[in-house]
């Protein structure tokens, strides 16, 4: 079983999760992130209007899924398919080996955890 983690563009999450559902994802978490990576930061005016300066950080949303290892490809594509622009800062997926899962309320582990 693995874990995807793809931080992404907040204006593509809805495209992103869409696609990871129709590609075979059970379900994902979103947060709302702020990041620095290889993305230009927005430039954002100051309290009247009159003076501008560089955001600290990028808005972006992360997007977390358990898949089986089979689907891990196909999500994968799904992903860079939906989120790409060709624009720096278009975001990062990280995929990692999950041990163990077990679903609390029916104790169900593995995969029919899921």
């Known amino acids: 079983m693995k874990q995807i983690t793809t931080i992404v563009r907040s204006d593509k999450l809805s495209n992103v999760v869409s696609a990871m559902r129709e590609a075979g994802a059970k379900g994902v978490s ?27 950080y990028n808005k972006m949303d992360s997007i977390m899924t358990l898949v089986e290892d089979s689907q891990v490809s196909t999500i994968v594509d799904a992903i860079n398919s939906s989120a790409y622009s060709g624009k720096s800062g278009d975001g990062i997926i990280v995929v990692t080996n999950v041990d163990q899962v077990i679903n609390i309320a029916s104790k169900d582990s593995g995969s029919s955890a899921l």
């Open 30 to 56: 979103v947060t709302e992130v702020n990041g620095q990576g290889s993305g230009e930061r927005p430039m954002i005016r100051g309290g009247r209007g009159t003076t501008q300066f560089r955001a600290e």
